[in-house]
């Protein structure tokens, strides 16, 4: 089945703890981006990735950090994390341009 | 700055009827056009998409207007089922199509 799989669903943890959100996908997607998901404002494009090793930042990038290592994997990390990005985070994947996106189902994220 | 924005916080039908969601953008760079249906504890899901050659675009139940001129789109749900209760995403690209820009979501409820 084609999916985009990311772990956890459901954190919680304290400011300052580093934590990685895992997104893989199984499309062989050239595309990736990870977008957080906030009441009042949509959802937001943290990162996006055009290729393994190639990615750039989207609309809120401050406070994480992306790698593209391997093409169907695209994590998201959280070096220090504050109770700002308490949030609910979505990866996605996308086969190139003028194409629809594939979510993940989320990851909500509490920092205390 | 909020470039694409979902005015209707949400909307009521009735079974039946027609469901018209609407968006506005700012960007006249934007070229590429999707609508997303997003249920509780999901990602969202693709519905329908629309490029700025076009004006109209339809599948099955569901269809999409372009103003270009207005800077607005619309999808059409007809008829409207119970089943489409759910957060309505409209987003939008530039022709580079890397970065995507969400509205803050209509919540649709059709009423049996």
């Known amino acids: 089945e084609a999916q985009v799989t990311q772990n956890p669903r459901y954190l919680i943890t304290v400011t300052g703890k580093k934590l990685t959100v895992t997104c893989s996908q199984n499309?062989?997607?050239?595309?990736m981006s990870w977008y957080r998901q906030d009441p009042g404002l949509g959802l937001r494009q943290i990162y996006y990735?055009?290729?393994?090793?190639?990615?750039d930042k989207g609309d809120v990038p401050e406070g994480y950090k992306v790698s593209r290592k391997e093409k169907r994997n695209f994590p998201l990390i959280l070096e220090s994390p504050s109770p700002n990005q308490t949030s609910l985070y979505f990866c996605?994947?996308?086969?190139?341009?003028?194409?629809?996106?594939?979510f993940g189902d989320g990851t909500r994220l509490s920092i205390l | 700055d909020q470039q694409v924005k979902q005015n209707s916080p949400s909307l009521s039908v009735q079974e039946g009827r027609i469901s018209i969601l609407n968006c506005d953008y700012t960007?006249?760079?934007?070229?590429?056009f999707l609508w997303y249906k997003k249920y509780p504890a999901e990602g969202p899901t693709f519905l329908i998409s629309i490029s700025s050659i076009k004006d109209k675009n339809e599948d099955g139940r569901f269809t999409v207007f372009l103003n270009k001129s207005a800077k607005h789109l619309s999808l059409h749900i007809v008829p409207s089922q119970p089943g489409d209760s759910a957060v309505y995403f409209c987003?939008?690209?530039?022709?580079?199509?890397?970065?995507?820009?969400f509205g803050t979501g209509t919540s649709l409820t059709v009423i049996p």
């Open positions: 960007n006249s760079m934007f070229d590429y």
């Open positions: 996605a994947s996308r086969p190139g341009t003028y194409q629809p996106q594939h």
């Open positions: 499309m062989n997607h050239e595309y």
């Open positions: 990735s055009m290729n393994v090793e190639v990615t």
């Open positions: 987003a939008a690209s530039e022709w580079t199509g890397n970065q995507f820009y």
